[in-house]
Every structure is written in structure tokens, then in C-alpha cells.
């Protein structure tokens, strides 16, 4: 069985995660990003530290659709995997710090951050939940999940849109 990073559309993700990390770091150079193993099927993506301290835990999603077709045709929301997200929280909980959100729009070259729990676990920004019919992976294929719907006005651009 191939794993998705291994096929092309993999790789192209890998590149298009590079780059909104390079973007992320040039806004916040005193911050470093450890990505949990990408061969895996991680809780979350990784772990944020600042002078070597534990500051926060991340899930990142790379986007090819444009900012327009966010705001007129999926409402204005970034869905996350519900599984993601109580994951995101229970971890937060578990390590006391706070369950970020990354979300980099590639056509537009926009990198949106949401901090999404406290360091308690607990959400701090409201999310829709609905049942829906997702891409099973970045290759394709489909699948029915519950999913989480953040609201894009929830959310700071950090880079792009002139930032």
C-alpha cells in the first residue's frame, strides 16, 4: 500500500505546507514548528515552541481553493475533521496549552491562524458540526464524516492580503 505523501499530489502538499511554514516563521521568527511524523495519521500536526518552551499544538491545512470561492460557495468556513478537533482539544488539555489553527489559502498566498481551545481544551471559538461527504485524502476518493465549520471571520490573516 503506497502512502499518500509518496504519490505526486503528496509531495505537491508537502511543498505547499513548506511554504506557508516559511510564511508562518517570517511573522513569527522567535517561534519553531515540530511536525509530527507525516507518514503517519497523527492527533495533530505538531507542536509550536518559543525559547525552547512548549507553547501551543497546531493542525495546518493547505487549500487550493481561492479566498472568493470560500466566501461564496463554502459560506465562509474551513471544515476540519470533528476527530481533528476533539483531538486538538484533548491534547491542548492534556499538555495545557492552547490548540491552534493554520489555514493557507495557495492561490491567493493568504495564511489565516485561529487559536481554537485554551490551554484548558477548551474551544473558544464557535464551530458548527454537521455530517458531510469529505475528500478521503489529499488523492482523491470520498468519505462521510462529522465535521467541524470555523467561521474565516474567526480567524487573523497573518500573511498575504497586503499583511
Given at each position: 500500500?503506497?502512502?499518500?505523501?509518496?504519490?505526486?499530489?503528496?509531495?505537491?502538499?508537502?511543498?505547499?505546507?513548506?511554504?506557508?511554514?516559511?510564511?508562518?516563521?517570517?511573522?513569527?521568527?522567535?517561534?519553531?514548528?515540530?511536525?509530527?511524523?507525516?507518514?503517519?495519521?497523527?492527533?495533530?500536526?505538531?507542536?509550536?515552541?518559543?525559547?525552547?518552551?512548549?507553547?501551543?499544538?497546531?493542525?495546518?491545512?493547505?487549500?487550493?481553493?481561492?479566498?472568493?470561492?470560500?466566501?461564496n460557495q463554502f459560506q465562509n468556513e474551513w471544515m476540519m475533521s470533528c476527530h481533528k478537533l476533539l483531538s486538538g482539544a484533548q491534547l491542548s488539555k492534556m499538555l495545557e496549552v492552547p490548540f491552534v489553527?493554520?489555514?493557507?489559502?495557495?492561490?491567493?498566498?493568504?495564511?489565516?491562524?485561529?487559536?481554537?481551545?485554551?490551554?484548558?481544551?477548551?474551544?473558544?471559538?464557535?464551530?458548527?458540526?454537521?455530517?458531510?461527504?469529505?475528500?478521503?485524502?489529499?488523492?482523491?476518493?470520498?468519505?462521510?464524516?462529522?465535521?467541524?465549520?470555523?467561521?474565516?471571520?474567526?480567524?487573523?490573516?497573518?500573511?498575504?492580503?497586503?499583511?
Amino acid at each position: 500500500m503506497s502512502l499518500d505523501i509518496n504519490t505526486p499530489r503528496g509531495q505537491e502538499s508537502v511543498a505547499e505546507e513548506t511554504e506557508m511554514f516559511n510564511l508562518i516563521k517570517s511573522k513569527n521568527p522567535s517561534c519553531k514548528f515540530f511536525h509530527t511524523p507525516i507518514t503517519k495519521a497523527s492527533l495533530i500536526d505538531g507542536f509550536i515552541t518559543r525559547n525552547e518552551e512548549l507553547i501551543g499544538i497546531y493542525e495546518s491545512k493547505c487549500r487550493r481553493h481561492s479566498l472568493e470561492t470560500f466566501q461564496n460557495q463554502f459560506q465562509n468556513e474551513w471544515m476540519m475533521s470533528c476527530h481533528k478537533l476533539l483531538s486538538g482539544a484533548q491534547l491542548s488539555k492534556m499538555l495545557e496549552v492552547p490548540f491552534v489553527g493554520y489555514l493557507y489559502i495557495v492561490p491567493n498566498k493568504i495564511v489565516m491562524s485561529v487559536k481554537i481551545t485554551n490551554e484548558k481544551g477548551r474551544f473558544i471559538i464557535p464551530i458548527r458540526f454537521a455530517e458531510k461527504k469529505t475528500s478521503a485524502c489529499c488523492n482523491g476518493g470520498t468519505m462521510q464524516d462529522t465535521c467541524g465549520f470555523i467561521n474565516l471571520k474567526s480567524m487573523k490573516i497573518i500573511a498575504g492580503l497586503d499583511q
